[in-house]
């Protein structure tokens, strides 16, 4: 099966999966403050459904636009705009004769869920599979850094010690922790053997994100192929494992890094790159044309050693309750950049989300993303904009503090400007991944 459809097949049943748990969360609260819940959907349901079965005095089914899903709770202003039946007199089994808190507790219930079952997937994950980290001992090569970077007196060959005084368990998420945390001071390691603690800009994060230098330290390693992928551009070219790229459209490789860089500079993916390799000492020249997607079939492998943590019951349960803290914490530092002319452009839609799951199928990393794509929705729905949770949200809190609840008319237009804002980002994040498709 081609890598497009595994990754569909994958984002398809995540995204699934996630919908139904996060309408729960809003049917069951729903249902225990004895509330009419007239529809539950998975995906929408425009003109008409693939499925449906009543039960009771609900609808239960599955839409044909798989773009989300809904409840549709009798007597609430939401994307049905249902101006009908609130024309009516309210009644005692409907959202708005319900008193505030228990309407607030509805419409937290999907977010809460969201929250809850992906800090549970990250401790199940950590239980299972344990963690990797990569420990000083285990890279003695060091890391090669980007030219940017030497300026504060990092050096080609470092180890990371300890960041803000702590000790780095993982060298490999020193990246990550530069762009999205407060890092004040980085202890290094030079090859020479001294030890040196360096202090970091405090807009480093701003920096790296503006210049595109988001890996400054990449470990050091030939770039050796371990893997070619049979049928592809490269297997056609007749690259083998073992072989040591040196160059790559006339650019030297010496480190597989350089590789990376060189690939990533190319502004149209698809076009033929002749590549330079040594085979047994002696240099040989192929010329490799990528598939659809720019990929040319090869795979290098680490000149680093990989360590496996296990984790007790107990510890996966702190662990994993640290990694969805922290999961959360950098997805809200980056979002910041969203609103820069250059994040909006690197916005992403559906094509986007489907490229974080992995060309094989991996169910470790099916669940891995599935619990960073559950707090990613947690947070986006908690977002103060009108027909997102978040905003039935703000306004019963509003009324709750005034103790003034907003007319429905009021209510009917809010929802109608953040449906057409949420279709509007929708189409903007969709057109880019369509953009880049086409153009990168």
């Known amino acids: 099966m081609s890598p497009f459809f595994v990754k569909a097949i994958q984002l398809l049943l995540s995204l699934s999966f996630l919908i139904i748990l996060h309408e729960l969360g809003h049917f069951i609260p729903a249902k225990l403050f004895k509330t009419r819940v007239e529809k539950f959907y998975l995906f929408f349901d425009v003109k008409f459904s693939l499925f449906k079965k009543k039960i009771g005095e609900t609808v239960y089914g599955i839409g044909w636009l798989p773009l989300g899903g809904y409840v549709k709770i009798a007597g609430m202003i939401d994307e049905s705009m249902d101006k009908e039946q609130m024309a009516g007199p309210p009644q005692p089994w409907e959202f708005r004769s319900k008193p505030a808190w228990q309407r607030l507790i509805i419409m937290l219930g999907g977010v809460t869920v969201n929250i809850i079952l992906g800090f549970l997937i990250y401790m199940a994950i950590v239980f299972t599979w344990g963690s990797n980290y990569v420990g000083v001992a285990d890279m003695p090569k060091g890391f090669k850094v980007a030219e940017s970077f030497k300026e504060y007196g990092f050096q080609d060959g470092d180890r990371i010690l300890k960041t803000n ?5 993982d060298m490999t998420r020193i990246n990550a922790y530069l762009f999205l945390r407060d890092v004040k001071t980085v202890e290094v390691l030079h090859q020479n053997g001294e030890m040196e603690t360096i202090t970091i800009p405090d807009d480093i994060g701003k920096k790296m994100f503006e210049t595109g230098v988001l890996t400054p330290f990449s470990p050091i390693g030939d770039a050796k192929i371990d893997l070619v992928q049979e049928g592809s551009g490269a297997d056609k070219a007749g690259l083998e494992v073992g072989d040591i790229i040196t160059g790559t459209n006339g650019a030297p490789v010496a480190y597989m890094s350089d590789y990376f860089e060189a690939r990533a500079k190319d502004s149209i993916k698809t076009t033929p790159i002749t590549l330079t390799y040594k085979r047994e000492g002696i240099e040989k020249t192929a010329t490799i044309t990528p598939d659809e997607e720019g990929i040319i079939g090869i795979s290098f492998g680490r000149d680093y050693e990989v360590q496996k943590k296990a984790y007790s019951l107990g510890e996966s349960i702190s662990q994993g ?24 452009t690197q916005v992403g839609g559906f094509a986007a989300i489907g490229n974080l799951f992995p060309e094989a199928w991996n169910w470790k990393a099916f669940w891995g993303t599935t619990a960073f794509i559950s707090i990613i929705l947690a947070f986006m729905n908690i977002l103060p904009i009108p027909a997102l949770d978040g905003g039935h949200v703000m306004f019963l809190l509003y ?3 005034t103790g003034r609840k907003p007319n429905d008319k009021f209510m009917e237009y809010a929802q109608l400007v953040g449906f057409v804002l949420l279709i509007a980002l929708l189409l903007f994040a969709n057109g880019n991944d369509i953009y880049r498709a086409i153009f990168k």
């Open 165 to 169: 005084g702590e000790k780095l368990e």
């Open 321 to 344: 309750f640290e990694l969805g803290y922290w999961t959360l914490h950098d997805y809200i530092a980056q979002f910041k950049y969203v609103f820069t002319k250059k994040g909006a």
């Open 399 to 401: 009324e709750m503090i």
